[in-house]
């Protein structure tokens, strides 16, 4: 594989694999792109959350650093609801 860019070889992305991770790594393998789902149960409104907060973010109703710690807090809790 090569750098498109500039024909170098690419960076190897190659970890360690962590169990319960099945899903991330399969999307990763995959190609993850924009429209990448969440993994899990609550995937859907989980990318509903974190769209809502981009796009706050990207028209200034927010500031990037309290948009996302604001998205990481209502994502943890939505997760930790199962």
Known sequence: MTDVENGAPAPSQEHERLPGQEAAYTQFDEGLTRETAWPGRR???AS????GYVQRIWSNDVGVEDGLKQAKTELQTLFSQG
Do not use: T
């Not at 509903?48 to 769209?51: A, K, L, Q, S, Y």
């Open 48 to 51: 509903r959350v974190w769209d």
């Open 43 to 45: 995937g859907a409104e």
